[in-house]
């Protein structure tokens, strides 16, 4: 199977414009969507972003999705920067049986 | 509206059995894939399995295989989380979460078991 690695942890100023990222080990990003979850301490994981770009009804439009085929990674832009957007960042994909794998999680602060 | 409900918290010696749950309600529950993630204390997510209450086909992860068993049953809209002889090593908070075809859209609110002698 293959891996999603992520940055353990990334620091942005408020209103600013942060991108994670999360590169897959083997096998093209573009095979399989990727989604990202947001996890606030002490909270259940909520979907900010499914299938590479779609944004869930009710998350604000200041989050996005991409993947890039060219370096294999996907990654998840967060413009204009608010508090509430600290939280742990998690990429997940998956292969063609239907098995999941999850990044190891991106730690984001905003200072 | 969809809901997830989980079991409450579990203390637990090493050696014992344990099955936890997860009620659906508001959607088709036969319908949807349920499935179970892990987070061990501080650490990240990492994806169990998953499984098709409408059948029964289960996938688990190839680090999970053999460790728990998922279930499910129609009648109650409820998935199961199970083991059958618990390790320190399964204290961690566990996830139930709806999964629409490419990522988990609904999730529950988490059970905590602990595992200590």
């Known amino acids: 199977n293959f891996m999603l690695t992520q940055p353990h942890s990334v620091s942005e100023s408020l209103g600013k414009t942060i991108v994670i990222s999360c590169t897959r080990s083997s096998g093209s990003i573009a095979t399989n969507y990727v989604q990202w979850y947001q996890q606030r301490p002490g909270s259940s994981p909520t979907t900010v972003i499914y299938e590479d770009s779609q944004r869930p009804s009710g998350v604000p439009d200041r989050f996005s999705g991409s993947i890039d085929s060219s370096s294999n990674s996907a990654s998840l832009t967060i413009s204009g920067l608010k508090t509430e957007d600290e939280a742990d960042y998690y990429c997940q994909s998956y292969d063609n049986t239907n098995h999941g794998v999850f990044g190891g999680g991106t730690k984001l602060t905003v200072l | 509206e969809v809901q997830l409900v989980q079991s409450g918290a579990e203390v637990k010696k090493p050696g014992e059995s344990l099955k936890i749950s997860c009620k659906g309600s508001g959607y088709s529950f036969t319908t949807y894939w349920i499935g179970w993630v892990r987070q061990m204390p501080g650490k990240g997510l990492e994806w169990m399995g998953i499984i098709y209450p409408g059948d029964s086909d289960t996938r688990y992860s190839p680090s999970f295989q053999g460790q728990v068993t998922i279930s499910a049953d129609k009648a109650t809209s409820t998935a199961y989380l199970r083991w059958s002889s618990l390790k320190a090593s399964d204290t961690a908070m566990y996830y139930c979460?709806?999964?629409?075809?490419?990522?988990?859209?609904?999730w529950g609110q988490g059970t905590l078991v602990t595992v200590s002698s």
């Open positions: 979460a709806r999964y629409a075809l490419s990522y988990f859209d609904y």
